[in-house]
């Protein structure tokens, strides 16, 4: 439909404004009045036939003129095909660009076969045992406890040499088999004495392994002040005399107890010797206090680990008051090894011992005693004299190989103890409720039991060292 123009021209060349006009709402066609007749707007302007063509015939075409389509872009085909100059790739390159392509191929192949000769020759050149070269000497899956062949029970309360606060005891409720597990399970001393005799009186050990040689560790009172009956009953078991190696590899499998001031360790000692004179391998030790107890001791404090570190040390010297040592640890960021089973072993030779947990891949101490200049002794550095207090000692080397004093044969202890003055729970960390210079400090652990009982499991489970 196409407007007419109008009859006359707009004064002032401006159309004049539209009177307005009402007309009732848009109904449908059903709903209109049959009198209602609704017509189109009228627009002053025409519509192009070209927007009306494609338009109904009941429908109001818009006079608006729609824009011309963009003119095609250019063609992006070649015009010719190129020829050779044209391609400068296919072209020959320069002696010196084919040289240092060349040279730089032939690099990266010399460093490919290097780095393969080199993991070669250094998988060849780890020290380890193959099976084949060792031979079965014990393995105890815990099927019984083997008290008769095996295994022997230290009992005493001396503190071995530590101040340990435990009695290790000859009773089945502190360390026996079940379900293929050996257990060690630290119970109070007063479950079977009663709270006033730890306090003030006085127990003697009957059988004691030491009565012959220290009987004072065979037997304690308390004075119902500074001085207590060891508060805790443990176990401490060895195979001394029943099973031992010289060379060879060791592992147990165990999981730590959880609770505050438990010292779990598996370890090893030579069958025939002084300590430190012959030496002590310490495959395992560890604290029961939680991981907090890491947190809490510092940077300055560095070797105050919680149960979420394991810890291998080996210790020598001439005598006990110039001891060297060289140790090592291994720790778990998102976990703690009271929660499961973990291997602790050691592989040992002439000229070579290695201590890890779980594989070889995680190994806590290496060490190598292949020349002079790695032997112990040399590795120790112990002065020529040594003042002991009452005068000076002269210092003299009394091994007789690079590995010495560790070539003789070692037998295996497993121990679960319980606080102690030797520093291993360093002052004024975590809580600690002693000093270990103090007269009374067993007594002091013992009146702080309302703070670290709590944190020992009562289930056997997890409140025992197991293997």
């Given at each position: 439909m196409v407007l007419p123009p109008p009859s006359a021209p707009f004064a002032n060349g401006n159309p004049p404004t539209p009177p307005p006009t009402f007309r009732a709402p848009f109904l449908s066609p059903a709903s209109r009045p049959s009198s209602s007749l609704w017509t189109p707007p009228s627009?002053?302007?025409?519509?192009?036939?070209?927007?009306?063509?494609?338009?109904?015939?009941?429908?109001?075409?818009?006079?608006?003129?729609?824009?011309?389509?963009?003119?095609?872009?250019?063609?992006?085909?070649?015009?010719?095909?190129?020829?050779?100059e044209q391609k400068p790739w296919l072209q020959r390159a320069a002696p010196r660009q084919r040289m240092s392509w060349w040279l730089t191929f032939a690099c990266m192949l010399a460093g490919l076969g290097g780095a393969v000769v080199l993991c070669l020759f250094g998988l060849r050149g780890v020290n380890k045992f193959d099976d084949s070269q060792l031979c079965l000497v014990m393995n105890d899956q815990f099927t019984s406890f083997d008290l008769q062949n095996t295994w022997t029970r230290?009992?005493?309360?001396?503190?071995?040499?530590?101040?340990?606060?435990?009695?290790?005891?000859?009773?089945?409720?502190?360390s026996y088999v079940q379900d293929g597990n050996l257990y060690i399970m630290p119970l109070l001393t007063s479950d079977w004495l009663g709270e006033g005799a730890v306090s003030s009186g006085k127990i003697t050990l009957d059988p004691c392994t030491e009565a012959?040689?220290?009987?004072?560790?065979?037997?304690?009172?308390?004075?119902?002040?500074?001085?207590?009956?060891?508060?805790?009953m443990s176990a401490r078991i060895n195979t001394k005399g029943k099973k031992s190696i010289t060379y060879g590899r060791v592992e147990v499998r165990a999981k730590l107890p959880r609770g505050d001031w438990l010292w779990p360790a598996i370890w090893m000692l030579p069958e025939n010797g002084t300590w430190p004179l012959d030496g002590e391998i310490d495959l395992m030790e560890a604290r029961g206090n939680g991981p907090a107890y890491s947190a809490a001791a510092g940077a300055s404090?560095?070797?105050?680990?919680?149960?979420?570190?394991?810890?291998?040390?080996?210790q020598?010297?001439?005598?006990?008051?110039?001891?060297?040592?060289?140790?090592?640890?291994?720790?778990?960021?998102?976990?703690?090894?009271?929660?499961?089973?973990?291997t602790y072993g050691i592989e040992w030779d002439v000229g070579w011992m290695r201590l890890y947990v779980d594989s070889r891949v995680t190994q806590t101490l290496y060490i190598e005693t292949k020349t002079k200049k790695e032997g112990f002794w040399e590795r120790a550095g112990f002065p020529n004299v040594w003042q002991n207090g009452t005068g000076?000692?002269?210092?003299?080397?009394?091994?007789?190989?690079?590995?010495?004093?560790?070539d003789q044969?070692?037998?295996?202890?497993?121990?679960?103890?319980?606080?102690?003055?030797?520093g291993w729970f360093p002052d004024n960390v975590g809580g600690k409720p002693w000093f270990d210079g103090s007269l009374r400090a067993m007594a002091?652990?013992?009146g702080a039991k309302s703070q670290w009982y709590a944190t020992w499991p009562k289930n056997a489970a997890d409140g025992a060292f197991r293997m």
């Open positions: 627009y002053p302007y025409a519509a192009s036939s070209s927007a009306l063509a494609g338009a109904s015939s009941s429908a109001l075409a818009l006079g608006l003129a729609l824009p011309a389509p963009p003119a095609p872009a250019p063609s992006t085909r070649l015009a010719a095909k190129l020829d050779k230290d009992v005493q309360l001396g503190g071995f040499g530590n101040g340990e606060f435990q009695i290790a005891s000859s009773f089945d409720n502190n012959q040689t220290n009987a004072t560790a065979c037997s304690a009172a308390g004075n119902g002040v500074d001085q207590v009956i060891n508060p805790v404090k560095a070797g105050a680990q919680g149960v979420n570190f394991v810890r291998s040390t080996v020598w010297g001439p005598f006990a008051g110039l001891v060297a040592q060289l140790f090592g640890w291994y720790g778990l960021k998102r976990s703690s090894f009271d929660r499961g089973f973990h000076t000692v002269e210092v003299t080397d009394p091994y007789v190989h690079n590995n010495s004093p560790f044969p070692f037998y295996l202890l497993i121990d679960l103890a319980v606080g102690g003055t030797s002091d652990f013992w």
